[in-house]
């Protein structure tokens, strides 16, 4: 089910509830291996890179890549280890990752990121709109809320850029240049679901029914993100 919603302005981090929920990963992981089914999108080759959630890295993404691969495109990972959130060497780092698939393809690199790495695919889109096409985010914090996720603390822990900082207000101006297309939750167990579901500049924002780590792997989904990148 997708559909565009009106958020409330109110973020809170999700319940414990939808938390002990995204243990439904699994099941959803089952249904995509089970069934094979093929790709409803069909793609011509176009280029697109998929960047991973916070404390993950490109091992989370393989059932992603694997789906957008068999539909047509030409996926690639991000290549930086594990995401350790918008660090400033990582994000010049990724910069330099967008420039070369463009200057290689020749095209216009579409990026999907998952989580946090939503947000930081917006702002390397913003920062260059010449080279990146469509954005389209899983679960991404794209308020930068620090009331969005119970992993803040964690974040915070392991040294990520604070989330009010001036430099990470920066990086919202320059995201909120690129369009993006956020697919979101409100069973979303990591991030609220209020975070996804709006954002600075234009976002076009599709509800579907999955945990947070389903948005990923559940066959529904990736149908969906197919088509929205080959928009």
């Excluded at 209020?194 to 989904?221: F, N, Y």
Aim: glycine share 8%; charged share 25%.
């Amino acid at each position: 089910m997708t559909r565009t919603v009106s958020p409330t302005a109110r973020i809170t981090p999700p319940s414990l509830w939808k938390v002990a929920g995204e243990m439904r990963v699994l099941l959803d992981i089952g249904k995509t291996v089970l069934r094979r089914r093929r790709p409803l999108q069909r793609a011509h080759g176009e280029p697109v890179l998929v960047v991973p959630g916070f404390g993950t890295s490109d091992r989370a993404t393989v059932v992603l890549r694997d789906y957008l691969s068999a539909a047509g495109f030409d996926v690639h990972t991000w290549n930086l280890g594990i995401n350790r959130g918008p660090r400033a060497n990582i994000m010049r780092r990724l910069s330099q990752r967008v420039r070369a698939l463009a200057r290689r393809t020749k095209q216009r690199v579409r990026i999907v990121g998952w989580s946090l790495g939503g947000l930081m695919a917006r702002v390397i889109a913003g920062r260059l709109p010449r080279l990146v096409g469509r954005i389209v985010t899983l679960g991404s914090p794209l308020t930068a809320d620090p009331q969005s996720s119970h992993l803040s603390r964690i974040y915070d822990w392991l040294g990520g850029i604070p989330l009010q900082t001036r430099n990470m207000k920066a990086m919202l101006r320059d995201g909120a240049r690129a369009p993006v297309t956020s697919i979101f939750s409100r069973n979303d167990g990591v991030v609220a679901w209020e975070a996804s579901a709006e954002g600075p500049g234009t976002c076009r924002c599709l509800e579907v029914e999955a945990s947070h780590l389903s948005l990923i792997v559940d066959p529904h989904v990736l149908d969906l993100v197919a088509r929205e990148v080959a928009r």
